[in-house]
């Protein structure tokens, strides 16, 4: 006997919410195991904003297991997550640390420098997403609002090590690529960073550039 209308289309809403990833029941909180995991992450600072953030609870969290260098350690707050995967429906918050390799942010498109909780940090995504400049890592903020973004940057802190998000962050020791006009109090902090390492980045590209010219030249 064919299916009748109404069930055919109950069953095709729950086969498009099962591919969307995003349930209509309760919001998936993150389990035990996968925060211990996050908690004791061994490399390098992990951050987040806690369990929930403006109602929705944190999903899932990255761990040492499956660890992958270019990608970091995320945390993801939501009801439609699947941890480093594809996403079926926007994430209101996801935050990712992962370790700084030097680059240009030019790339971004639209973006503006902006200087939060004393490190240097660029807003882009049409204000979206904000990626902020500290230790030896990036943190790589992603949200559904502009509002939001800036306001979990404010509540970040380490979930592996010590720490408030009363604090300040830790100045980087890298020299962030900033692309584009920084204000006076940015300014002053990246040519007063640890080890005055933005005169010496810039130092070694004019001197790479310099030998890049001679070569071509001869």
């Known amino acids: 006997m064919a299916m009748k209308l109404p069930a055919m289309l109950a069953a095709c809403v729950l086969a498009a919410a099962l591919l969307a990833g995003c349930g209509t029941g309760q919001p998936r909180t993150v389990a035990r195991v996968e925060l211990a995991a996050a908690q004791t992450f061994p490399y390098f600072r992990v951050y987040w904003v806690g ?130 006009p920084q204000s006076v109090a940015l300014a002053r902090v990246t040519e007063n960073l640890p080890g005055h390492v933005c005169q010496h980045t810039a130092r070694q590209r004019e001197y790479l550039e310099s030998v890049k010219n001679s070569g071509s030249s001869g």
Not at 97 to 108: A, E
């Open 51 to 180: 369990t929930s953030f403006e109602g929705s609870p944190l999903a899932a969290a990255d761990g040492l297991d499956g660890y992958i260098t270019k990608l970091g350690d995320g945390v993801y707050y939501g009801d439609c997550v699947r941890s480093k995967g594809p996403f079926g429906c926007l994430l209101p918050l996801q935050v990712t640390t992962v370790v700084y390799k030097r680059h240009s942010n030019q790339p971004l498109g639209p973006q503006y420098n902006i200087l939060v909780r004393g490190v240097p940090g660029v807003v882009y995504d049409e204000g979206r997403s904000i990626e902020l400049y500290t230790g030896h890592v990036t943190i790589d903020i992603f949200s559904d609002g502009v509002a939001k973004a800036l306001r979990a940057a404010q509540e970040l802190y380490p979930i592996n090590a010590p720490g408030s998000a009363s604090e300040d962050l830790p100045l980087p020791v890298y020299c962030p690529g900033l692309y584009g």
